[in-house]
């Protein structure tokens, strides 16, 4: 790294992308000396801008500083070395292919370029051009759909923590976590939101999370959950509302997707009735114990399906389960999950208000009655 003249940061976690892509610009500079760096802005919308930064670059890379020295240009937040329409425009294929070959016979004495972008293409002779002449770091985004997304997006929070020289717990980080989803972005904004509030305060409470941090789209069936789990009718139904509310002004949701989260609760209550049952689980007072339970728990005997191993869900849901697990009986659980079957069938093949089956369901599991104090044999 410290002797690359090329270097080609990309990934499709935009945050840790810029964010390393940043470092690295100001630690060469600081090392090169000087004022005559070079930052291109390479975000453009069709194939005319970009082959106009690829000038501006030609020109960054042959123009010597005026008092001599090195160099340092960054090609910044390029958008078209993926696989986009304005990268897979001829025009810029060609000019691409060009600046590679050119890149190759460049003498780099005292000179570096940097190029940060969105997901690159590794089958572009560009790409080939740079990892065979520097080096190529990737950030790949954090998924839901990864196993260990909530373990990876803890550790980048304790090192923004680490910055501001705040401390958190166990369960408001957890919190923290599942409030805001596998976004490093968002997890930023939102840990430097509740350091300011906190002040000069080194230690964040989970109430100061509870109070600050914004529960972003990830965390939206999770309080519907929480909802239903808390087996509080009026607000459930009222997160159910401020849902659907939500489903009509974004697109990319759906009643089917609120459906998912409350099919997820329930069988995670399930889960938890019956390792409770079989003495796998016992009761714990806070979420460091519990989780301690959870990393002494064997793992032979365990499914291999994902949505049924506890040591596959994220801590955190598991204790918030545990705390809600006695407002059911078996049998109500059961009966929940065939309820929102019958829910599921009802909002794909009939002409009814989604709105409308979502609640009823909702009704039928929890009851109209108020929450029950819990049984002895329960507790």
Request: charge should be neutral.
């Amino acid at each position: 790294m410290a002797t690359a003249p090329i270097v080609l940061i990309s990934g499709d976690d935009d945050f840790s992308v810029k964010q390393r892509a940043r470092q690295l610009f100001e630690s060469w500079c600081a090392e090169a000396g000087g004022f005559d760096h070079e930052i291109i802005d390479a975000a453009v919308s069709n194939a005319g801008e970009a082959l106009s930064s690829l000038g501006r670059l030609r020109e960054a890379l042959n123009t010597l500083p005026f008092f001599g020295g090195a160099k340092v240009v960054w090609f910044q937040n390029c958008t078209f070395l993926g696989e986009d329409r304005t990268a897979a425009s001829g025009a810029v294929t060609e000019a691409m292919g060009e600046l590679a070959d050119q890149l190759k016979k460049f003498k780099w004495q005292g000179v570096r370029l940097l190029i940060s972008s969105g997901k690159a293409d590794k089958r572009r002779a560009f790409y080939k051009a740079v990892l065979g002449l520097g080096v190529v770091e990737t950030f790949g985004a954090l998924s839901a759909e990864d196993k260990d997304w909530a373990a990876m997006a803890e550790t980048h929070v304790l090192k923004f923590l680490k910055a501001a020289s705040k401390e958190m717990g166990d369960e408001a980080m957890a919190e923290l976590v599942n409030r805001v989803g596998p976004n490093l972005g968002a997890l930023a904004n939102e840990v430097e939101k509740v350091v300011l509030y906190v002040g000069e305060r080194r230690e964040i409470n989970l109430g100061d999370v509870q109070l600050i941090v914004t529960r972003q789209k990830h965390a939206k069936a999770f309080a519907l959950g929480e909802a239903l789990g808390e087996r509080d009718l009026p607000k459930l139904l009222r997160t159910l509302d401020e849902e659907l509310w939500e489903v009509r002004l974004d697109k990319s949701r759906s009643e089917i997707g609120l459906l998912y989260g409350l099919i997820s609760k329930l069988r995670t209550l399930i889960l938890v009735k019956e390792l409770k049952r079989e003495g796998m689980l016992k009761p714990a007072r806070d979420y460091f114990s519990f989780k301690s339970q959870l990393e002494r728990m064997p793992t032979s005997g365990l499914p291999e399906d994902r949505r049924f191993n506890p040591l596959a869900i994220h801590p955190f849901v598991l204790f918030s389960a545990s705390k809600q697990v006695d407002n059911y009986e078996s049998h109500e659980l059961v009966k929940g999950m065939e309820t929102l079957l019958e829910c599921n069938r009802r909002l794909v093949s009939s002409q009814l208000d989604e709105a409308l089956v979502l609640q009823q369901a909702v009704v039928e599991i929890v009851g109209l009655t108020p929450k029950r104090a819990r049984s002895s044999h329960e507790r």
